[in-house]
């Protein structure tokens, strides 16, 4: 087996402690290091947390690849608003929502590649990954 | 949700913190704290975050209020049991928790709070200048006696 999916409903933080939980289990099997696994169960936490934050709901799926080149991708995905301004959202301490603004702008630096697609009134998508060193 | 313990011990008031609390659950747990501060006129108040693995902003920011709180209620904040992976995390996503000390465990909490505790008395009070939130609210408890 080289890769494995798993797709997760994002409604409430239940659904995104859960999500988080799983992702640092699957991240430890393929072989990531604690500090490392961690950093991605964050990642799907700040991610879950603006689906719940922003949209009605949407889903987490998480993907292992486990060919010649290890790591896990993280996507993000919901119908929601969208983003009107990526750039800001992207920087540290912009928040709409009074949080700290560390959400996207952090995940970012907890992972090797960060993805935002978004489009008003369409919706959002995030990719996230994170390769095994 | 793991039950929290609340445990007063001297003048400290040892928190320890269950893993994978829901928001709701964490400004319960702000408020509980908060209470008991009132309740049992505590100075220091130890979050002690052994069982967490995961900790993201939103608790970054709960960790931060919670701090802010507690100052203005004269008692101050400390955190023990920070996990190397938490913290690994915690920094590169850039909670850096500006002004937050961390003690190693119960015992050096136990010294930082007799510490604190004999420095604070109003006597003492010109040489430890750094305390005058805490030697303030010494000032109250001897008001109300």
């Known amino acids: ?133 | 949700m793991e039950t929290t313990t609340i445990h007063k011990l001297e003048n400290l008031l040892l928190v320890s913190v269950p893993r994978d609390l829901m928001d709701t659950e964490v400004l319960q747990l702000r408020r509980q704290v908060l209470q008991e501060i009132r309740r049992c006129q505590s100075q220091l108040v130890l979050l002690d975050f052994s069982q967490v693995d995961i900790c993201d902003s939103f608790f970054g920011r709960f960790i931060q209020s919670m701090a802010k709180m507690a100052e203005l209620m004269g008692a101050e904040v400390i955190v023990s049991g920070l996990q190397d992976a938490v913290v690994e995390t915690m920094v590169e996503l850039g909670m850096t928790l500006p002004n937050l000390q961390a003690v190693l465990d119960l015992d050096e909490a136990l010294a930082f709070s007799r510490d604190n505790h004999r420095a604070a008395r109003p006597s003492e009070q010109a040489e430890t200048g750094q305390l005058e939130n805490v030697a303030w609210a010494d000032d109250l408890d001897l008001g109300a006696l």
């Open chain 1, 1 to 133: 087996m080289t890769s494995q999916t798993e797709i997760m409903q994002v409604h409430n933080m239940m659904d995104v402690a859960r999500a988080r939980r799983r992702g640092l289990e699957m991240a430890c099997n393929l072989g990531f290091e604690l500090p490392d696994a961690t950093k991605i169960a964050v990642v799907i936490s700040e991610l879950g947390r603006n689906i719940t934050l922003y949209t009605s709901g949407g889903t987490i799926t998480i993907v292992t690849e486990d060919g010649p080149k290890k790591g896990i991708k993280i996507i993000a995905q919901d119908r929601g608003p969208g983003i009107p301004d990526v750039k800001s959202a992207l920087t540290d301490g912009y928040s709409t929502s009074g949080g700290l603004g560390l959400g996207l702008s952090g995940s970012k630096r907890l992972v090797d590649e960060f993805d935002i697609w978004s489009v008003v009134n369409v919706g959002t998508t995030v990719t996230a990954i994170k390769w095994l060193r």
